[in-house]
């Protein structure tokens, strides 16, 4: 099997892996806790809540009235999709962290694209507070995306430039 082909499969799995997880989570929250209703996992920073997001990441556009938010978001997502699934694929010759955070946002996305299609809303519910302080609550697959665009922004930081490789080379 060629290098190029186990890379791809890797990232698959990679993508694959985010995905599951983010479902399974999702779908034992559901099953589990009444909508609004939360366990107190360690009593006064982090709670599992079962809430639902009918906006983007965090709850930005939550409270839009719109009937043209769930279009757009369901468009703006199927788009980065799109582009993510072309920089992992031309990106997924060797094992590096911009493929692997791709990999990431590529499982993520998909995961939070799939609620908001079936359910026109998404399902969060890691809630991290201290006292009046609340993180907004979110889920896996917003995870995975944030770790996999940290991954991006971490390798475009300190990664060498061509020509620092030539000049040191």
Same mark, same amino acid.
Request: no cysteine; net charge positive.
């Given at each position: 099997m060629s290098r190029l082909r186990v890379g791809r499969i890797f990232y698959l799995l990679v993508s694959v892996a985010a995905l599951?997880? !983010?479902?399974?989570?999702k779908w034992q929250v559901q099953r589990r806790i009444e909508l609004? !209703? @939360? /366990? @107190?996992? /360690?009593? $006064?920073?982090?709670? /599992?809540?079962?809430?639902?997001?009918?906006?983007?990441?965090?709850?930005i556009f939550s409270d839009t009235p719109?009937?043209? +938010?769930?279009?757009?978001? %369901? $468009?703006?997502?199927?788009?980065?999709?799109?582009?993510?699934? %072309?920089?992992?694929? +031309? @990106? @997924?010759?060797?094992l590096s962290s911009t493929s692997i955070g791709l990999a990431l946002i590529l499982g993520g996305a998909i995961g939070n694209l799939w609620d908001r299609v079936l359910h026109r809303r998404v399902t969060d519910f890691l809630l991290f507070y201290y006292h009046q302080y609340e993180w907004p609550a979110f889920n896996l697959a917003d995870s995975a995306i944030v770790v996999g665009a940290a991954l991006l922004v971490l390798d475009l930081l300190f990664s060498k430039a061509p020509q620092e490789e030539l000049a040191q080379g």
């Amino acid at each position: 099997m060629s290098r190029l082909r186990v890379g791809r499969i890797f990232y698959l799995l990679v993508s694959v892996a985010a995905l599951v997880l !983010d479902r399974l989570t999702k779908w034992q929250v559901q099953r589990r806790i009444e909508l609004h !209703d @939360s /366990i @107190s996992v /360690i009593p $006064g920073f982090f709670r /599992i809540a079962h809430l639902e997001n009918p906006g983007a990441a965090f709850g930005i556009f939550s409270d839009t009235p719109t009937p043209l +938010k769930l279009g757009l978001l %369901i $468009g703006l997502s199927a788009v980065a999709l799109v582009v993510v699934t %072309i920089l992992l694929w +031309k @990106s @997924s010759t060797s094992l590096s962290s911009t493929s692997i955070g791709l990999a990431l946002i590529l499982g993520g996305a998909i995961g939070n694209l799939w609620d908001r299609v079936l359910h026109r809303r998404v399902t969060d519910f890691l809630l991290f507070y201290y006292h009046q302080y609340e993180w907004p609550a979110f889920n896996l697959a917003d995870s995975a995306i944030v770790v996999g665009a940290a991954l991006l922004v971490l390798d475009l930081l300190f990664s060498k430039a061509p020509q620092e490789e030539l000049a040191q080379g």
